[in-house]
């Protein structure tokens, strides 16, 4: 059982950062993928960023590549989205999730994810 708990989310203007945290319980957290996906309001929860168990391989929905930047600390137990040059069309509700994916395709769907947190807002201003 794992249990995740997102942080950072905030207002923030167009073209700036943030960082958003996600803390994991449970001895299992290295040994399993990582993503972040995002529901804004009236559409459909999407993927945004996915790193794999070792941390060795990335992945990004082409929205947020170049800008956005996953990774994890497994001594920690938390994955981090940094977040730069911020758009309002990034604003939505973050979610982490944790699942157990090795093979490249299931990283960027949300059925590849056991266990999920309870989400962060974003709100990026114009």
């Known amino acids: 059982q794992v249990q995740l708990v997102e942080s950072g989310g905030g207002l923030v203007q167009a073209g700036g950062s943030l960082r958003l945290s996600c803390a994991a319980s449970?001895?299992?957290?290295?040994?399993?993928?990582m993503g972040w996906f995002r529901q804004a309001p009236g559409k459909e929860r999407e993927f945004v960023a996915a790193i794999s168990w070792s941390g060795g391989s990335t992945y990004y929905a082409d929205s947020v590549k170049g800008r956005f930047t996953i990774s994890r600390d497994n001594a920690k137990n938390t994955v981090y989205l940094q977040m730069n040059s911020l758009k309002p069309e990034d604003t939505a509700v973050y979610y982490c999730?944790?699942?157990?994916?090795?093979?490249?395709?299931?990283?960027?769907?949300?059925?590849?994810?056991?266990?999920w947190g309870q989400g962060t807002q974003v709100t990026v201003s114009s």
């Open positions: 999730a944790a699942g157990p994916i090795y093979s490249g395709i299931y990283y960027y769907t949300a059925s590849g994810y056991n266990y």
């Open positions: 449970g001895r299992t957290f290295s040994s399993y993928a």
